[in-house]
């Protein structure tokens, strides 16, 4: 499975950016996660293959949102509200079971199976 993040870029406090994820099939499972300078890697959100189930990290319910176009093999991350520290390389990833990793241990572990190359987001003013 290939995966390719896009959407990022340079955008003010309050602002919002929506990413793409791009994948090479369905029927996976697709998470997003963050990694901040200096930091671990982080996951943010994840949506079942049929987009019934979707789960989030606590650091980002109410402000970001994952959705899914099956036609077009993309799942998008709204990112809304966007905070400086929000600033981060973001990544998107499929799991052949669907999230239940990430969901059960609230991102403790991934649980992924393949992995894209990033999108930056940096959140200045």
């Known amino acids: 499975v290939q995966l390719q993040a896009s959407g990022g870029g340079l955008v003010q406090p309050g602002g919002s950016l929506r990413l793409s994820c791009a994948a090479s099939?369905?029927?996976?499972?697709i998470g997003w996660f963050r990694q901040a300078p200096g930091k671990q890697r982080a996951w943010v959100a994840c949506?079942?293959?049929?987009?019934?189930?979707?789960y989030y990290a606590d650091s980002v319910k109410g402000r970001f949102s994952i959705s899914r176009d099956n036609a077009k093999n993309t799942v998008y991350l709204q990112l809304n509200s966007l905070k400086p520290e929000d600033t981060a390389v973001y990544y998107c990833?499929?799991?052949?079971?669907?999230?239940?990793?990430?969901?059960?241990?609230?991102?403790?572990?991934?649980?992924?199976?393949?992995w894209g190359k990033g999108t930056l987001v940096t959140v200045s003013s």
């Open positions: 990833a499929a799991d052949r079971q669907q999230c239940r990793t990430v969901s059960l241990t609230q991102g403790r572990h991934d649980g992924m199976d393949y």
């Open positions: 099939t369905l029927g996976y499972g």
């Open positions: 949506a079942t293959s049929d987009g019934g189930r979707i």
